[in-house]
């Protein structure tokens, strides 16, 4: 037999090589150049003295400003009604992404029960249920992109209740 | 021109378990291994001498093929190489009565020959062995790698001869496999045989894959890909595996369909704040929009004029199945019983539709008769879903799982044959049969 199963190897290496492209890291911009040698020793020492300072004081402000609110929501099966629990943590969510503004994502999912594309259409449901409860909460609709992965992307394995719950979610990233 | 009808029809046939374990020699490469679990009760009884090359070690068994084509079926049983007193490849040569003994009712013998270089030619015969006659002899033609075609071909002639219905062994899988590595999961789109052997890799993503479907001359498949980070239709050539990518709109861009006359593509997008369907005319690239409701709209299938689509659609509370006319965009609900009923399709005779049916919380395969309004649940198993037809309207392949695992499954319309296509690693999910290929 001398089948060729290696046909669709040079486009699949291309694919892999676009895709590896996509996830190459920006370059660190943070990196120090030093173009001046001449600087005296002790001006220098002052100066990074001073910049250390500065850097201690954005990272305090950094962690003042981190999230703690949850950002995955669960809901019932085949429902898209947010529970009290997610409404509490989307209000603290919205607030902070106000004072801190920035593009998110919200990722629906569905449990792994009924057909594919059905469940496609629930997770948006229920990714828009979240978008829309943010609006309502003063969060710009544009700073939001929803996508719905369906039941492709379980977080739980296992074909039992509790996996089951975990599943039917949505995560704000 | 059917010599025995083999009844089809035969719903609630006694659970005949063969347990019946076809090694037939798989190439290396391929994942599904297939496992009949349950055939028709009354098979017809067939041998198949084996049918070699002289003076030559051919790289398939042609004759183990055939036999494992007919037993998939459930139609037939074979009578086991150990217990042949002969191998005859000649009609001439058969001692009819040996046979008989045997408990056979039909005989195949053939043989290979080559023709040029490179070229071969399957010559086999069908014998009725209680009748002592010869009932067909044919010949197929091929180049050396294609001894598996001429063998499914020589399947889909004799089981057409034998039960009255085109054979489709000479057809196509497609499925979508997901397997861990390195604590992430990775998703091939690949394409087999009926069979389960030969796969290939169409494509391999870190990113979901999705929804499959084969253009109606077999030789492209459209299906959805996460590669860009968001769903996304793309068409694949088989043939020059060249890709495109059809839609990136934002949101649900999903369950491709192609037209029966493979212009359009039927689809799913929910760039106007929910799911409604659309046909994409590929020529033009023009989308015309066809629903126009805030319920889930999707997984729309073509009938087969091409005038109207089935599919699934909650406006009425729970998922149903509705059937639009393209012409009118008119849209009339079709299936009443049981709160789930999804992922529509048609088998080729038009009026039995297969769908996603849940009956007290387990999700079944079941059809739908459009005359009658009868429905036949076809499975018992649970999670069961993807159902797809074969071309020919004998079996049924869909997704299930064995335990935790995802497995592909068969069974005839008529819930008589199962069974298991389960891969040796990772789930397989996601079925497409392949329409008739010549």
Redesign the interface.
């Known amino acids: 037999m001398n089948i060729s199963a290696n046909k669709f190897g040079l486009p699949i290496l291309c694919l892999s090589a676009l895709l590896a492209g996509c996830s190459t890291a920006p370059v660190d911009e943070t990196t120090s150049t030093i173009e001046d040698t001449t600087v005296q020793t002790a001006s220098l020492e002052m100066e990074m003295e001073m910049e250390a300072e500065k850097a201690a004081a954005m990272a305090e402000a950094a962690a003042e400003s981190v999230n703690s609110a949850d950002t995955v929501f669960y809901f019932a099966f085949d429902k898209a009604v947010l529970s009290d629990d997610s409404r509490a943590a989307l209000i603290e969510n919205a607030q902070f992404l106000m004072s801190n503004p920035r593009a998110v994502r919200l990722e629906g999912h569905a449990d792994e029960r009924g057909t594919r594309e059905y469940n496609m259409a629930l997770g948006e449901r229920r990714a828009n249920a979240v978008k829309d409860f943010m609006i309502l909460q003063g969060v710009s609709g544009s700073m939001i992109e929803v996508v719905s992965y369906g039941e492709e992307r379980a977080a739980s394995f296992g074909s039992n209740a509790g996996a089951w719950s975990m599943n039917r979610r949505v995560e704000l990233k | 021109m059917a010599h025995k009808t083999v009844s089809l029809r035969n719903p609630y046939s006694v659970v005949l378990l063969c347990l019946t374990l076809i090694m037939y020699p798989l ?1 290396a ?1 391929s994942e599904l291994v297939i496992r009949v679990t349950q055939g028709n009760d009354q098979p017809t009884v067939v041998a198949v001498s084996p049918m070699i090359m002289s003076g030559v070690q051919l ?2 068994d042609i004759s183990a093929i055939v036999e494992s084509d007919l037993q998939r079926s459930g139609l037939f049983k074979t009578i086991p190489r150990a217990n042949m007193l002969a191998f005859p490849s000649e009609p001439a040569d058969v001692y009819f009565r040996d046979w008989r003994l045997l408990g056979s009712e039909y005989l195949i013998v053939g043989s290979v020959s080559l023709l040029t270089e490179g070229a071969l030619e399957l010559s086999f015969s069908l014998l009725n062995v209680n009748a002592q006659k010869t009932v067909f002899k044919h010949s197929v033609k091929g180049v ?2 294609q ?2 075609d001429l063998a499914h071909l020589a399947s889909d002639k004799i089981y057409e001869e034998i039960t009255g219905i085109r054979g489709a062994f000479s057809t196509r899988l497609a499925y979508v496999t997901a397997k861990q590595k390195d604590g992430r999961l990775v998703y091939r789109l690949n394409v087999s045989d009926s069979d389960g052997a ?1 796969e ?7 990113e ?1 894959i ?2 499959p479907a084969w253009s109606p001359l077999g030789d492209e498949l459209a299906y959805v890909s ?2 860009t ?3 996304a239709i793309f068409r694949q050539s088989l043939t020059t ?3 495109k990518q059809l839609t990136n709109f ?3 861009n ?2 491709p369909s192609w037209s029966p006359d493979g212009k359009k593509l039927a689809l ?1 997008l ?1 760039k106007d704040g ?2 409604e369907i659309y046909i994409l005319d590929l020529e033009s690239s023009k989308f015309a929009r066809m629903t126009r409701h805030f319920a ?1 709209d ?2 729309p299938t073509w009938t087969p004029d091409g005038k109207s689509l089935l599919f ?1 659609s909650d406006r009425g509370g729970t ?1 149903q199945i509705y059937k639009l006319t393209v012409a009118t965009k008119a849209v009339q609900r079709i299936t009443f019983q049981g709160n ?1 009923n ?2 529509p399709s048609l088998a080729p005779d038009g009026r039995t539709l297969v769908v ?1 049916h ?1 009956a007290s919380g387990v ?1 079944h395969i079941a059809t739908l008769d459009l005359v009658t309004g009868r429905m036949l649940e076809l499975t018992e198993t649970r ?1 069961d ?2 159902p797809t037809v074969a071309p020919n309207g004998a079996m049924v392949i869909y997704a299930t ?1 064995q ?2 695992r995802g497995i592909l499954s068969a069974v005839s319309l008529d819930a008589g044959v199962k069974y298991f296509l389960p891969a040796k690693s990772g789930d397989v ?2 079925p497409a049969w392949s329409p008739f290929l010549r």
Request: proline share 7%.
């Open positions: 190439a490469w790289a398939e050396e790698g001894l598996r030969r290939k890799i169409m494509l391999k993503s870190s979901p999705m929804s996460f590669e980070g968001r769903p595996a060249a890709r934002r949101g649900l999903g369950a799913v929910s929910n799911p889930i999707t997984e699934t998922p789930y999804a992922r996603v849940r999700f999670l879903e993807s799982k335990g935790d999910r996601e």
